[in-house]
């Protein structure tokens, strides 16, 4: 097929770029970083985009609901190995795009499936099972349930109130430094515990709102999308 005025202006352009790139490998590699720097919202745009097209066909083609309670809302979605040590080691492939790039350059094998933060957390933290499919095998530790307790017993956000499904929260999203000295689940518990329950920094909330939030620029789907569904379905 030939080319359009304007596709032949662009190739021409290209190659000029390309021979100025040679010549001046120096200038060119200033220009780029200068270039990046003003423009540092349009990259992390774009790059969001790029990764949640990659999240989305990953999930359309495991069914694009939790394969164990059929939620269908995205940000509260993952996917998932159906068991432990299948597939890449995770320090080989981390979680996110690259683990969706993975699927895709595989095509999508049978070991994965799409879960929600709650079903897979429980699933980790169960030996496989679910609530969902298991009712009764699952057991907490007794600092994750007194500390759960004393934060009012179920997710702030959606009224989940089934233990395994439930984690402490920083307010505010300023966890994060807070993480470094202190980590999330058990030492976090037992800090809470040793410092009587802050009540103002921290809260009870289900690992979908909490993932939920965090890849939802800061809200929950719950508060932000009609895909999130009704609060406190089982
Ligand atoms: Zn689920
Ligand atoms: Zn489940
Ligand atoms: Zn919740
Ligand atoms: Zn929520």
Redesign the pocket.
């Known amino acids: 097929m030939s080319k359009t005025p304007s596709e032949n202006r662009k190739a021409k352009a290209r190659i000029r770029a390309a021979q100025y790139r040679t010549k001046h490998p120096e200038k060119a590699k200033r220009a780029v970083t200068i270039w990046c720097d003003n423009n540092r919202t349009y990259i992390s745009e774009k790059g969001k985009t790029y990764r949640t097209g990659l999240r989305d066909k990953v999930f359309a083609a495991y069914g694009g609901v939790c394969s164990c309670c059929k939620e269908s809302e995205a940000h509260f979605l993952t996917a998932a190995r159906k068991e432990r040590g299948i597939g890449p080691d995770r320090k080989a492939l981390p979680a996110g795009a690259p683990t969706y790039r993975w699927l895709i350059a595989n095509l999508f094998p049978d070991s994965f499936h799409v879960l929600c933060w709650n079903c897979n957390k429980a699933r980790f933290l169960n030996n496989g099972g679910c609530v969902h499919d298991h009712a009764d095998v699952f057991s907490v530790s007794k600092e994750h349930a007194r500390v759960v307790k004393e934060y009012g017993g179920q997710?702030v956000?959606?009224g989940e109130s089934r233990i395994i499904f439930l984690t402490i929260d920083h307010i505010n999203n300023d966890g994060a430094e807070h993480r470094k000295s202190i980590r999330q689940g058990p030492p976090l518990y037992r800090w809470l515990i040793a410092n009587a329950f802050p009540k103002e920094a921290f809260q009870v909330?289900?690992y979908?709102?909490n993932c939920?939030?965090f890849h939802n620029k800061g809200a929950?789907?719950?508060?932000t999308s009609p895909n999130?569904g009704d609060?406190n379905i089982p």
């Open positions: 997710c956000c959606c909330l289900c979908n709102c939920g939030r929950c789907p719950h508060l999130a609060r």
